[in-house]
């Protein structure tokens, strides 16, 4: 393995280049199976590794020992044979045979008569990149992407086959289709295809065999509960989020949680809940809920005004205003309003105990990007909840962790440059840093996009970057020049460079920024990450 150069990526992460994809193998390999310390996820590509940390120490520390590894070669057939049955009726087969030179019934069988082993995931939850054992099927990406690839549509892009595992964008070229389902949350593996399995697509017949067709997983029974909160009026948006799932990079699915820690943190705490239990995250705090059983509730983040209003058959008490930032009971039957009154763009509701429904991936956030989690709530959805243990105490109040903009207005966040600011040359950071950007209104929860009435960021280098592992606050630069600060459902894989990343502390106040909110960067040194 020869490790070419390793970048920080953010405060917590780092992108290792290698020289081949044979050692992308090999130390995703050795990682996977005897993690540094502190490592809580990794995610292979075609020439790097991103390896995410839980803090930046753990980071620094792996950042020393990285180049000292002994890493064995990749074990070639680790994974299991996984069989694709393949409609071949795409509407790029005749492209791709023109591309190859090739005839359609020629590009067919190159493609059913080897091997591809599925080397490394991302893009989306169940989607592998399959390399072949030979380059006749080399084709490039279409000139325009389509803004709708059908879910097991079939498509070639370089080296790399691939399965579409649900309805997505894309520019691969399509060259059929299959009726197996890539990624099912019902199995006890969801993604059919793993890195490291190997692949055999054959024609398909008209009906699948019985080993073909994967077997459901039982539904777990359901959780006992003392009451809960039943949803009025959703507003904007309502999400059920927590600390997000770690650890499923390799197959496509990114952590997702809160957009705000710190908020989110601040309402567990209140209500005396152990960190990383699942709230609600509003967008907007605009929202209505009515509780069953008494419940203790606390609201944080974004600035409103709450309002209780008494159950109907409650002739004694009056409608009443209870604080931000601090917990307030909610009796049974009674009504709590949030209504926005100033700053900020996200709220978090968090209620006592455990909110009674079944983890995803281990979690109970929903990420609006891949879809996986439970659906977004709406008018009529019930929460259940399971009161705590004894000796969770409630905490006392707290002032807003809402951030505050400096005398013209402007909000700072604190970057670091990379890891790929070459792509930019020398003057690339400092013009990033020395301008004003402008939040605009197609931000959301995968990112926010900016825009400039100055000069856009240009590029030096040309060509593209080959598809590689991105970390939450990555300030990811398309063609246009204008960049895009990933949040928390940002995609696990990009393809456009990063020129540098939002430290992990000022996340926090990216998320609360509405649009037209103007934002400074300020150029900070890794060194300042582990000196605190």
């Known amino acids: 393995m020869s490790i070419r150069a390793i970048h920080r990526a953010g405060s917590n992460d780092l992108l290792v280049d290698l020289d081949s994809l044979d050692a992308v193998l090999a130390l995703n390999a050795a990682l996977e199976s005897a993690p540094l310390s502190g490592q809580r996820d990794l995610l292979a590509a075609a020439q790097t590794v991103l390896l995410k940390f ?28 996984v069989e694709v049955p393949v409609h071949y009726d795409g509407e790029d087969l005749s492209a791709v045979a023109e591309l190859t030179g090739l005839s359609t019934e020629a590009v067919i069988n190159a493609h059913t008569s080897q091997k591809w082993r599925a080397v490394f995931g991302g893009f989306a939850p169940g989607f592998a990149y399959l390399l072949g054992e030979n380059h006749v099927l080399n084709v490039p990406r279409r000139d325009s992407p389509r803004t709708k690839v059908p879910a097991g549509a079939v498509a070639l892009a370089g080296e790399y086959s691939a399965v579409y595992p649900r309805q997505s964008p894309g520019g691969w070229q399509l060259i059929g289709h299959t009726d197996l389902q890539m990624w099912d949350l019902q199995r006890e593996n969801p993604a059919l295809i793993r890195p490291q399995d190997t692949v055999q697509f054959v024609p398909a017949t008209q009906k699948l065999s019985v080993s073909q067709v994967p077997a459901a997983r039982e539904e777990a029974p359901a959780q006992a509960h003392d009451g809960g909160l039943t949803i009025i009026d959703a ?6 989020q927590d600390a997000g799932r770690i650890g499923y990079g390799n197959l496509g699915v990114g952590v997702a949680g809160a957009a705000d ?22 967008l907007g705090s605009r929202i209505t809920l009515e509780t069953s059983g008494d419940q203790v509730l606390a609201h944080t983040g974004a600035q409103a005004q709450l309002w209780i209003t008494p159950a109907e058959d409650d002739q004694l008490r009056t409608p009443r205003q209870v604080a931000s930032n601090a917990p307030f009971a909610l009796l049974h039957g009674e009504r709590l309003s949030v209504e ?35 659906d977004p709530l709406v008018s009529g959805s019930v929460i259940p909840v399971r009161q705590p243990m004894v000796g969770r105490i409630v905490g006392n109040p707290q002032p807003s962790t809402l951030p505050i903009p400096d005398d013209q207005g402007v909000y700072q966040l604190r970057v670091i440059a990379g890891p790929r600011t070459e792509w930019f040359g020398p003057s690339g950071v400092q013009q990033l840093t020395e301008q004003l950007w402008d939040v605009t209104s197609e931000s959301n929860r995968v990112g926010i996009r ?3 009435d100055q000069q856009p960021l240009q590029r030096v280098l040309s060509g593209e970057l080959a598809s590689e592992g991105v970390a939450r606050g990555s300030l990811q630069v398309p063609p246009s020049g204008l960049p895009v600060l990933f949040l928390a459902d940002h995609p696990v894989t990009g393809g456009y460079p990063v020129i540098a990343t939002v430290i992990a502390e000022d996340l926090s106040a990216a998320a609360q920024l509405p649009p037209g909110s103007k934002i400074r960067f300020v150029l900070q040194s890794p060194a300042a990450l582990t000196a605190k």
């Open 235 to 240: 507003g904007l948006q309502s999400l059920l």
């Open 261 to 282: 820690p710190t908020a989110f943190s601040q309402a567990n705490r209140l209500v005396g809940n152990p960190a990383g239990q699942a709230v609600i995250e509003n």
């Open 450 to 452: 900016l825009s400039t």
């Open 54 to 81: 839980d803090s930046p120490q753990s980071a620094e520390r792996a950042f020393a020992a990285l180049p000292e590894l002994e890493v064995a070669s990749a074990v070639q057939d680790a994974g299991k044979l």
């Open 340 to 374: 926005p009154d100033g700053l900020g763009l996200r709220s978090y509701l968090a209620v006592r105990g455990t909110i009674a429904l079944t983890p995803v991936l281990g979690s109970l956030s929903t990420d609006t990007l891949s879809g996986v989690g439970p």
